[in-house]
C-alpha cells in the first residue's frame, strides 16, 4: 500500500485494487468541529452551507472511504440509514436513545475530513407519548411527500417526523399478516426492522426485516395516512436461492429496489415487481479490514444511491479503524455509481 500524508494531516493510501482511502487525523477532525463552533454552527442546529450539499469528486473507478467524526460531548455516532432530502445526505444512529436525524458533509476537497451535524431533533414529548418495549433503536430513514419515515428496530415501529421534529407512530398490520402466514419472528431484538424504502411515485413502502428471517414486506399507506397495510412479503432466502441474506438498508430509486446486503458486502438490484435480482454490486474490497468483528458481521448500514453515486455508510460499533485512532463514529464510502446500475 502507498501512504502519504501531507500538510493538513490527512493520511492516504492506495489499494491494490486501486482504492484511495483518505484519513483524517484526530487533531484535523477536532479542528474542524472547533472551527465550526467558532463560526456559530452549533452541533444541534441546521447547517446551510451551499457548498456541502453537491456529490463530491470521485476518481472514475475509485471510492473515497472518509471516517465520520464524533460530536463534542456526545458519544460516538453509530451510523444506520441513509437517504437525501434537498441535496443532504442524512442519516439516523441506533445508539440507544440518540432521536435525531443527522446530517453528513462529505468533504469536496481532498484535505478536509467529514464531519457531522444534527439536523433535526426528534420532539422527546411526541416519542415519551409511544407505549414501548424496549429503548429507541433508530434504524432507517427514508423521505417521502414531506415527511421523514424512520425505523425502529427492536419494537417494529415506524415513525413519521416532520421537518420540524414532530413524531407520530404509523401503524401496520405485520404483526397480524405473519400470524396469517405462520411467519415467526426471531426473540432477538437486535434481528428486527432494519430498513426502510418509499416508492415515490406509487407510495409503496417497503420494511426490511434484517434476520431470523430476513424478509421484505411491501405495504401501501391507507386512507388514514398513519396506518399502512401489507400486501405482500418477500423471504430473502427464496430470493437468493437459499442463502441467508443480513438486510442492512434499503433504497428505491429509478423503478429499482435496493438492498444492502451486510454480511457479503454487496448491493441486490431487485425488480420490485417480481423481486428478481437483476443486478449486483460487490464493495467487499474496499471495506476489507477497515473494522472487525468477532462474530463475522459486516458493518454497512446506510444505503443511498444518487444519479453519479453510491454512498454507504459503516457502523463502527463505537470502536476505531484498524490500525488508527479514527472511526470511531463509522465511515462514509462514496463511489462513482456505474451507468448499468
Same mark, same amino acid.
Given at each position: 500500500m502507498l501512504f502519504k500524508r501531507n500538510r493538513f494531516g490527512i493520511k492516504s493510501f492506495m489499494r491494490p485494487n486501486g482504492t484511495r482511502i483518505k484519513i483524517a487525523s484526530s487533531a484535523l477532525l477536532a479542528a474542524v468541529f472547533t472551527a465550526a463552533v467558532l463560526s456559530g454552527v452549533s452541533a444541534c442546529t441546521q447547517n446551510a452551507d451551499p457548498r456541502l450539499v453537491t456529490d463530491p469528486p470521485v476518481p472514475p473507478g475509485k471510492a473515497d472511504i472518509l471516517p465520520m467524526a464524533c460530536l463534542p460531548d456526545l458519544p460516538p455516532l453509530e451510523p444506520s440509514g441513509l437517504t437525501k432530502f434537498e441535496g443532504r445526505l442524512l442519516f439516523v444512529s441506533d445508539n440507544r436513545h440518540d432521536a435525531a436525524i443527522y446530517e453528513v458533509f462529505p468533504a469536496e476537497k481532498e484535505d478536509k475530513g467529514c464531519r457531522n451535524t444534527v439536523f433535526i431533533r426528534l420532539n422527546a414529548e411526541d416519542l415519551e407519548k409511544i407505549p414501548k418495549s424496549h429503548t429507541l433503536d433508530l434504524e432507517g430513514i427514508d423521505f417521502w411527500n414531506g415527511n421523514f419515515y424512520v425505523v425502529d428496530e427492536r419494537d417494529r415501529f415506524i415513525y413519521r417526523v416532520d421537518l420540524s421534529g414532530a413524531v407520530e407512530q404509523v401503524r401496520h398490520d405485520i404483526p397480524e399478516y405473519n400470524l396469517k402466514?405462520?411467519?415467526?419472528?426471531?426473540?432477538?431484538?437486535?434481528?428486527?426492522?432494519?430498513?426502510?424504502?418509499?416508492?415515490? %411515485? $406509487?407510495?409503496?413502502?417497503?420494511?426490511?426485516?434484517?434476520? &431470523?428471517?430476513?424478509?421484505? @414486506? +411491501? /405495504?401501501?399507506?391507507?386512507?388514514?395516512?398513519?396506518?399502512?397495510?401489507?400486501?405482500?412479503?418477500?423471504?430473502?432466502?427464496?430470493?437468493?436461492? %437459499? $442463502?441467508?441474506?443480513?438486510?442492512?438498508?434499503?433504497?428505491? &430509486?429509478?423503478?429499482?429496489? @435496493? +438492498? /444492502?446486503?451486510?454480511?457479503?458486502?454487496?448491493?441486490?438490484?431487485?425488480?420490485?415487481?417480481?423481486?428478481?435480482?437483476?443486478?449486483?454490486?460487490?464493495?467487499?474490497?474496499?471495506?476489507?479490514?477497515?473494522?472487525?468483528?468477532r462474530h463475522g458481521y459486516g458493518f454497512a448500514e446506510g444505503l443511498h444511491l444518487s444519479e453519479n453515486r453510491i454512498y454507504i455508510l459503516l457502523d463502527s460499533n463505537g470502536t476505531p479503524m484498524a490500525d488508527t485512532a479514527i472511526g470511531f463514529s463509522g465511515a462514509l464510502i462514496i463511489f462513482d455509481r456505474p451507468a448499468d446500475f
Open positions: 402466514h405462520g411467519i415467526v419472528f426471531s426473540d432477538d431484538p437486535n434481528a428486527a426492522f432494519e430498513g426502510i424504502a418509499i416508492d415515490p %411515485g $406509487r407510495g409503496v413502502f417497503y420494511i426490511a426485516n434484517e434476520r &431470523d428471517d430476513p424478509i421484505i @414486506y +411491501v /405495504l401501501r399507506q391507507t386512507p388514514d395516512e398513519l396506518v399502512l397495510e401489507t400486501e405482500r412479503h418477500v423471504p430473502m432466502k427464496d430470493v437468493l436461492g %437459499g $442463502r441467508s441474506p443480513d438486510i442492512s438498508d434499503l433504497c428505491f &430509486d429509478g423503478g429499482a429496489l @435496493y +438492498v /444492502l446486503h451486510r454480511i457479503e458486502n454487496r448491493i441486490l438490484r431487485l425488480d420490485p415487481e417480481n423481486m428478481a435480482v437483476t443486478g449486483t454490486f460487490d464493495f467487499s474490497s474496499e471495506v476489507a479490514g477497515l473494522y472487525t468483528s
